[in-house]
């Protein structure tokens, strides 16, 4: 397999020298070919991690799970999410799961502290411990469920590799990247299968989906709930609710898929090292540079006492 060869996307100057680097690849593509590039990738393929979730909810469109549930824009956004752990995500979480009549017993994503740094600090003053529904995959794994519950298949084992559901899933992800080759799959951080692929890949599934009428219902959640699909100094939601007709999808690793719905094209950013404010840099420098969007980010580096002392530069 090729030895993808990252390119320096972002620098840390403090003075007059470089203090930090992060290396990664950037792509921008429409549904036919790849436009512009950093980065050699030589198709060497990447999990899709988080970004993988609007794409898995294209099911719930496909068996027709929005209508039989009478699904609100607030419900298909939390299906797509990786959100931030706070009362508003639990609230959608917690109708859905009413809606479907499903015991949140059933959820096996695995519990950690929600991801807001707000709602962290207002359940350790409250003496609160987080559970199931704090996990910022919860809503996947409502969705995933609900279709078992909608087809018959087995609730306990629904996360297994080679459960229906994972098969379908497996399948229409295959259908709306177009793959042509079998990649490495592994297990996502809560435990259900995820699949690689090349960056071009991922983008084209990402405009297959969202360019796609039949699944308006899936963009309509974005365009008009980013709250819900992060949260709290997300980067997805920081994206959508400061531009117009822009989508985006932050996946552990360090990636960044957004969608410009007007023009059907999309760009990813992968960091190498997976550091999360790398890859707001170059993601909010990306938008700019494209005239896509003018989101503000901070990139000036500070003393403790406010001296300005030297700046991040992306590239």
Aim: charged share 25%; proline share 3%.
């Amino acid at each position: 397999m090729f030895n993808p060869r990252p390119e320096i996307l972002v620098k840390y100057l403090r003075g007059t020298l470089v203090e930090e680097e992060h290396y990664g690849f950037r792509m921008l593509a429409n549904k036919e070919r790849v436009l512009e590039y950093s980065g050699e990738t030589g198709h060497y393929p990447f999990y899709l991690r988080s970004c993988a979730k609007p794409l898995q909810a294209s099911l719930l469109i496909d068996y027709g799970m929005d209508i039989k549930y009478d699904m609100s824009d607030e419900e298909i956004a939390i299906c797509c999410a990786s959100h931030a752990g706070e009362d508003v995500h639990l609230e959608v979480e917690r109708n859905l799961l009413n809606k479907l009549g499903i015991d949140e017993t059933f959820l096996k994503c695995g519990i950690h502290k929600p991801l807001s740094k707000t709602k962290q600090e207002e359940m350790l003053l409250k003496n609160e411990v987080e559970n199931v529904l704090h996990n910022n995959c919860a809503g996947k794994h409502i969705m995933m469920l609900g279709l078992c519950k909608m087809n018959g298949w087995d609730l306990n084992t629904y996360y297994e590799d080679e459960h229906p559901l994972q098969v379908k899933i497996k399948e229409k992800i295959t259908e709306l990247c177009a793959l042509k080759h079998r990649f490495p799959m592994t297990k996502d951080g809560c435990g259900v299968p995820i699949m690689s692929m090349p960056l071009e890949d991922m983008l084209r599934g990402y405009l297959n989906l969202f360019t796609n009428p039949r699944y308006e219902k899936i963009k309509n959640a974005f365009l008009n709930h980013p709250y819900l699909i992060g949260g709290e100094n997300r980067l997805d939601t920081k994206i959508i609710q400061n531009s117009e007709k822009i989508i985006a999808k932050v996946g552990a690793g360090g990636l960044c898929i957004v969608v410009n719905l007007e023009k059907e094209e999309a760009f990813v950013v992968k960091i190498s090292d997976c550091d999360m404010k790398a890859r707001e840099y170059v993601v909010v420098q990306s938008l700019k540079n494209l005239h896509w969007a003018d989101i503000s980010s901070d990139m000036i580096i500070r003393t403790l006492h406010g001296e300005t002392v030297g700046q991040i530069v992306a590239m």
